[in-house]
């Protein structure tokens, strides 16, 4: 293994399918989950602010990214800017979010094989694509990503299939019926899955480095990639919702009782029946929506590790290129070791909750870092400027801000969970940066 660097291999076509696909995944499930929180109205309050936040962060996150083009993403941003203290906080955030999202998305891949194959187990179908999908990051970013730009196009192609058949039977009686259930407590209990619609756009920050020209064509990336995914967005919500209420696509019976995680099938099957040729058809390419984002984010995951090790904030092992494949292996295979034992716990609902709250830890944090470096360094080189400064970052910081402690307001246990997850993690950097303090002083060579 030797640090030989990462290959500049991304085109701006391949940033917009990796930016799609991290997040794609978030269109076909979970997102619903939102409606029996806040009902039609509260979730689509929750969806527009969530989206508002999205598309400001974009444009600002992208002005990091085209000045600091590093894997590590908001970790380089703010230790330029904040510290590096608080760049450890931020880069755990970050790994927290990108290695507690993929397992979340490998169990929804398995429960789809087990639907259409009941002897196959859901757990072994998901640790299966688990180590697929981590061999195929290893073995190159450039067939990585090539993979990933055609099973988004695939996943978006679906999307506008699915909301051609459902247009026709578009009722917008649908959308008023029993829309506002729980007031605007029902918006704030409805955030987390409003997040999820857009969970994962900033990995897109994490490939710079093997960008053929970050500087430029990083903003190419965000900008297409969030507009994509916001009129995606739009359609699928519309149209689930307008088949039959917002209930047909909650509860499997249309009425009550557990929820399901499956709303687009849900609503095919009140028009195709989910016994029909069609609706397989459908469900059978839904699932490239969920592989994209899957592996989209391992591949994001990988980077930020990555940096993390090459930077020593984690143990070193993790901050190896391989000199064959030019990928950080290491990382990927440490995150999937955490990822599977994440998966083993069964816990969906509540890997996706911790996911989210690595994100809007990371949202802060990056908003902040961009306000700070404006001040701090005027001159630093910033290819792209983000619109109405300081307004877009502001606005974002506001709303993660809000989200934030809605969070922990409604998820108190799975918060004190994630808080100890930073607090633990800092613990051992300190105590880590210590030992290499030690021993640099004591010309002890460290590996």
């Given at each position: ?52 936040m999205y598309l400001l962060f974009s444009f600002s996150y992208a002005e990091l990214a085209c000045a600091i083009p590093k894997a590590g993403g908001v ?65 190159g970013v450039k067939i990585a990503a090539t993979f990933e730009i055609v099973v988004t196009v695939l996943a978006v192609g679906e999307l506008l299939l ?137 591949l994001a995951a990988g980077r930020s590790t990555y940096e993390m090790g090459r930077t020593r904030n984690m143990p070193s092992f993790f901050g190896h ?127």
């Amino acid at each position: 293994m030797s640090n030989t660097g990462l290959k500049k291999v991304l085109t701006p076509f391949a940033l917009w399918g990796l930016g799609v696909g991290y997040v794609i995944s978030g269109m076909y499930f979970g997102w619903n989950l939102g409606l029996e929180k806040g009902g039609t109205l509260g979730m689509a309050i929750a969806t527009v602010i969530i989206m508002v936040m999205y598309l400001l962060f974009s444009f600002s996150y992208a002005e990091l990214a085209c000045a600091i083009p590093k894997a590590g993403g908001v970790f380089d941003y703010a230790e330029k800017a904040l510290g590096k203290e608080v760049a450890f906080v931020a880069g755990i955030a970050q790994t927290v979010e990108f290695i507690f999202a993929p397992p979340a998305i490998a169990f929804a891949i398995g429960a789809y094989f087990n639907a259409f194959s009941p002897q196959i187990p859901i757990l072994a179908s998901a640790v299966t694509v688990y180590f697929i999908f981590t061999a195929i990051n290893i073995l190159g970013v450039k067939i990585a990503a090539t993979f990933e730009i055609v099973v988004t196009v695939l996943a978006v192609g679906e999307l506008l299939l699915f909301t051609g058949i459902t247009a026709p039977h578009f009722q917008a009686a649908n959308l008023s019926h029993n829309a506002f259930p729980h007031g605007w407590s029902g918006v704030l209990g409805a955030i987390p899955f409003a997040i999820w619609f857009f969970l994962g756009i900033e990995g897109l920050a994490n490939v710079a480095e093997e960008s053929q020209n970050p500087q430029r064509n990083i903003i190419k990336g965000f900008g297409s990639a969030i507009f994509t995914l916001i009129i995606l967005c739009i359609l699928v919500f519309v149209f689930s919702v307008g088949v039959g209420g917002w209930e047909t696509i909650v509860y499997r019976n249309g009425i009550s009782g557990e929820p399901s995680d499956s709303p687009l099938p849900l609503a095919l099957a009140k028009i195709t029946g989910s016994d029909t040729l069609m609706y397989h058809l459908l469900i059978t390419v839904g699932l490239f929506g969920l592989i994209a984002s899957f592996h989209g984010l391992i591949l994001a995951a990988g980077r930020s590790t990555y940096e993390m090790g090459r930077t020593r904030n984690m143990p070193s092992f993790f901050g190896h290129i391989s000199s064959r494949f030019h990928t950080p292996v290491n990382a990927l295979l440490g995150n999937m070791v955490i990822g599977l034992l994440a998966l083993l716990s069964g816990r969906t609902a509540e890997i996706i909750t911790i996911s989210v709250l690595g994100a809007l830890t990371l949202y802060i944090i990056s908003m902040v870092s961009l306000i700070t470096l404006r001040k701090k360094q005027p001159d630093l080189h910033r290819p792209f400027r983000v619109p109405v400064y300081p307004l877009f970052p502001v606005v974002v910081l506001i709303i993660a801000t809000i989200s934030l402690m809605a969070m922990f307001v409604y998820n108190v246990k799975l918060s004190l969970i994630y808080i100890g997850i930073l607090i633990l993690s800092y613990c051992l950097f300190k105590i880590f940066n210590a030992k290499t303090l030690y021993d640099k002083a004591g010309n002890t060579e460290i590996h």
